[in-house]
């Protein structure tokens, strides 16, 4: 079992230095590809690391919506850089002075928050499903709340898209709003 | 994906699988490619008869020979070709099939008894988006490029109803652990009660295996799509990185939708294969009769048919298990 206890503490530390480096690596390269990449690389490594933290449902989670999250990066990349130099070799940093100083004063902030802050002895034993836990922590009482507040939000979103999209339903059905198959620029799959 | 799912761990009394050594994963890839060469010879003999050309035997045997021609065939190189990610694509599609199957107990056995298999499958399979898109971007050809966008749009267009296909099974179980989702099926499968549930996940796994209706990303249109700069070995990998996704969405399917390992006579390992098997062959079959799905057009059919389709099955399955608890 100490054997173990050993790989498994080497294994999270190698996945946190994967990360890093990684998430370095997306300052370095020259392109937009591996650049994003790169970032889903890091991300998967966090999440894996989750994963040794027993907090499975968050872990997977992570590296699922990472993926994901990337995956669609790479077409708003391609669709909307101004003249697509994101098919072309290109520098991935700018501002980049100011960057690196920020960069560097945050790890700082940061770091000495970790050192100076006097960290409280564990307390009991972890539950037995600590997601479960989490959940409670987190939400608890806020749970109704989130519950309401969530179809606010996707109500918003889709309000916004609405107002936000140029043309309306009268550029779609015509004046009288009684054009039918409807003048789309792009036809969809249902025939509406 | 549900949260309220997130707090169940097995409630059945007793571990419904056992979790073997991890050496036994070697048997989970050999598992897989031998159920990636059943699909591959199928479609042979399949294809063989869709153009009343050769014996089934001879039709059989045409992926492997297809498999020497290509491993015997000089690699293509192309001018700038981002080579990392091009491979990394290819070779990935292989190891996302084999991590999926994983999670699928065969009997009563499982290499990984993750308490969110269900999660776990599904992380694999938006996998396949990044890997995809990269064989189609690694190859700096613009035909592969298109290839490649074409696989995320149809991506947009299936994820979302398969995610929810994927609770709906998990709801009744109440349950992501996939031994448990398949031991909860006592006496009526899931694929009965929930049948649109079941329809779209097959649905995902032809789109992610990139398969069928999900074809036009490796289109003859656009000069084979993401593939269209493979040759030799690395066309050869991802071939067969599409047949074991193809496998690996069938096992997954069994103690999903299927019962698992339920059935008569025949031990639940055997169950477990001769249900992943006619699921295999229903895809392949299915390859030749659905008309190609242009993934513009899917776009729509997705968010305006199958996911609120999969949605008002969630809510169903989701009222029945509440009135039955």
Redesign the interface.
Known sequence: MEVLTVLVDIAFVALGVVAVLSGGAVFVVDSMARATYALAVSFVAVGVQVLFLQQSYVGVVVILMMVMEMAVMAVYMVMFMGMNPALMPMSMVHSNRTAVATAVLTFLLLAAGILVVDWPARRGSPPRDVTEALGEALMGPQMLVMAVISPVMVATIVAGVVLAAPRTRYDRFGDDLRQRPPDDPQPGGVGR | ?G?PL??S?PAAAGPAVVTVAPAWAVAVVAVLGALALAAAALDGVLSARSASAGGAVGAAGRPLGEASRLLRQRRRTTVQA?T??WRTGGAGLLVAAALMLAVVPLGRWTVAD???GV??F??MD??V??LV??VG?GANSAHALVGG?RF?AH??GY?LPLMFALVAPAIAAGS?NVGAVAAAQDGLWFAAWMPVAFLVYLLGVAGFSVWGPFAPALGTDVAGGVRAELSGVDRLVLETGRYALLAAGAAFAVPMFLGGGAGPLLPDWAWTLVKTLAVLALLVWARRRLPA??P??????GW??LLPAALVQDLLVAVVTVWRS
């Open positions: 994906m949260e997130l707090t761990l981002d990392l990610l993750l308490a969110v999660v776990w599904n992380a938006v996998m988006w990044a898109w990269l971007w966008y995320l991506g947009l994820e992501l799905l242009r513009d057009l899917f776009m729509e059919i305006l048919v």
